[in-house]
C-alpha cells in the first residue's frame, strides 16, 4: 500500500511545480516544502527561510524553495532491505582519466604545493526508476543520513543521502564536522583504519580547526575526540567541532568552511584551483551544501552521495581524497563502491 507521502509526491510531480521533500537524520518524519509558482528563488546571503542548495561555486546562483507551504509526514518504520550489490557501467575512458588525475596530483603533493586534494568524477546510468520511488527507498535505507529530493524545471531534480553535517545551529551552539577516510561497513565488526586514512582524517580537522580560527577564538571552539561514523553501507572517521552561534550572517560562516577539506582539500585555495583547472567536468551542485535555514535553526549538509535525474539517465557524482599514499587503483574503487551505494536504489 502507497503511503500518504508517496501519494503526496506523486501528485505533486505531476503538476511540475517546484518542491523539496527532506528527512533529517535518526528522525521519523519526512518535510515537504512546494511552491505554488515556478519562480526561483535566490538568496545571496543564505538568510532564507526554507531549503537551499549552493554549488560548489559560490559564485553562482545559490537557489531555494521557500518554507511558506509545508507539509509534514510521519515515516513508519521500516527496516533497510537487502539488496544485491549493482554493477556499475562505465567509459573504461573515464577511468583512465581518473587514473592519470591522481597520478598528476600525486605529482603535486610530492612538490609540497598539497597534501590533499579531492577528485571526482560522474558515472551515467540509464534511468529505470522515477526519483520518487528512489527517494522512498533512500528514506527507508539509509536513517542515519540526510535525505532529499529536489525538483525546480529551472534547475532539475536532484537527489541523495548525505552523512556529512556542514554546519548545524541550535539555541546560542553551531556544530559543524570534520569526515574523512571510507570502508564498507561490516555488522558486528570493528574497522581497522590505515595509516594514510587516520592521516587524512586529521588534516581535515586541523584544516577545520583553522578555518574556525578565522571567526572565533580558540577557547571557543571545542573539538571531539574521533570516532567512527557509519553512512549506509559505509564508515568514516568523524571529528565534531562546536562554537558559539555567529551573530553576523551565516554566509560569512559557510564561505570559511566551503570546501571543506572533505571535499576540496589541504590548503584550500591551492585544492580548490587545482579541482577547477584539471577535473574535467562542472561539478554543478555535487560538494556544494545544502539543507533547512530560517531564524530559529540551521541544517545544512554537504551535498555527497547524491545524483541528478533525467528521464534518459542518472548521473552519480562521486570522489576520493588523494594524499601522497594513495594508490590510484584503490581511489578509483573507492569512488565506485560509493556510487553503489545510490546505485542500489536505481
Avoid at 576520493?320 to 563502491?337: F, M, Q, V, Y
Wanted: hydrophobic share 35%.
Amino acid at each position: 500500500m502507497e503511503s500518504p507521502l508517496f501519494l503526496r509526491l506523486k501528485s505533486l510531480w505531476e503538476t511540475q511545480l517546484p518542491f523539496v521533500c527532506f528527512r533529517l537524520p535518526n528522525q521519523k518524519k519526512a518535510t515537504l516544502y512546494l511552491q505554488k509558482d515556478s519562480e526561483l528563488y535566490v538568496t545571496h546571503d543564505l538568510n532564507c527561510s526554507g531549503f537551499l542548495m549552493a554549488p560548489f561555486d559560490l559564485n553562482k546562483k545559490i537557489p531555494f524553495i521557500p518554507d511558506q507551504y509545508a507539509e509534514l509526514f510521519n515515516l513508519k518504520k521500516t527496516n533497510p532491505q537487502n539488496k544485491k550489490q549493482t554493477e556499475i557501467p562505465f567509459d573504461s575512458t573515464n577511468k583512465k582519466t581518473f587514473l592519470e588525475l591522481v597520478s598528476h596530483a600525486q605529482k603535486v603533493i610530492e612538490s609540497g604545493e598539497l597534501k590533499k586534494v579531492v577528485l571526482s568524477h560522474k558515472l551515467e546510468v540509464a534511468t529505470k526508476k522515477d526519483p520518487i520511488s528512489i527517494f522512498n527507498e533512500l528514506v527507508i535505507d539509509y536513517p542515519l543520513a540526510m535525505v532529499y529530493l529536489w525538483h525546480h524545471p529551472s534547475v532539475g531534480t536532484w537527489f541523495g543521502a548525505s552523512p556529512e553535517q556542514f554546519i548545524s545551529s541550535f539555541g546560542d551552539k553551531t556544530q559543524t564536522m570534520a569526515l574523512a577516510g571510507t570502508q564498507s561497513y561490516k555488522e558486528g565488526e570493528n574497522p581497522l583504519w590505515t595509516q594514510k586514512e587516520i592521516e587524512e582524517q586529521e588534516l581535515v580537522a586541523v584544516q577545520i580547526d583553522s578555518d574556525l580560527k578565522k571567526l572565533f577564538s580558540s577557547n571557543q571552539i571545542h573539538r571531539s575526540s574521533t570516532t567512527d561514523h557509519r553512512a549506509g553501507d559505509l564508515i568514516h572517521l568523524c571529528t565534531y567541532f562546536q562554537f558559539p552561534k555567529l551573530e553576523s550572517n551565516l554566509l560569512a560562516l559557510a564561505q570559511v568552511l566551503h570546501p571543506t577539506p572533505a571535499v576540496g582539500g589541504v590548503p584550500k585555495i591551492k585544492a580548490k584551483e587545482f579541482i577547477e583547472q584539471y577535473e574535467s567536468y562542472d561539478r554543478a551542485f555535487y560538494t556544494g551544501f545544502l539543507g533547512v535555514t530560517n531564524t530559529k535553526e540551521t541544517h545544512l549538509f554537504v551535498n555527497l552521495r547524491c545524483a541528478q535525474w533525467t528521464p534518459e539517465r542518472t548521473t552519480l557524482y562521486v570522489g576520493a581524497g588523494i594524499t601522497s599514499g594513495s594508490d590510484p587503483e584503490k581511489e578509483w574503487l573507492e569512488t565506485i563502491r560509493k556510487a553503489k551505494t545510490l546505485a542500489k536504489v536505481l
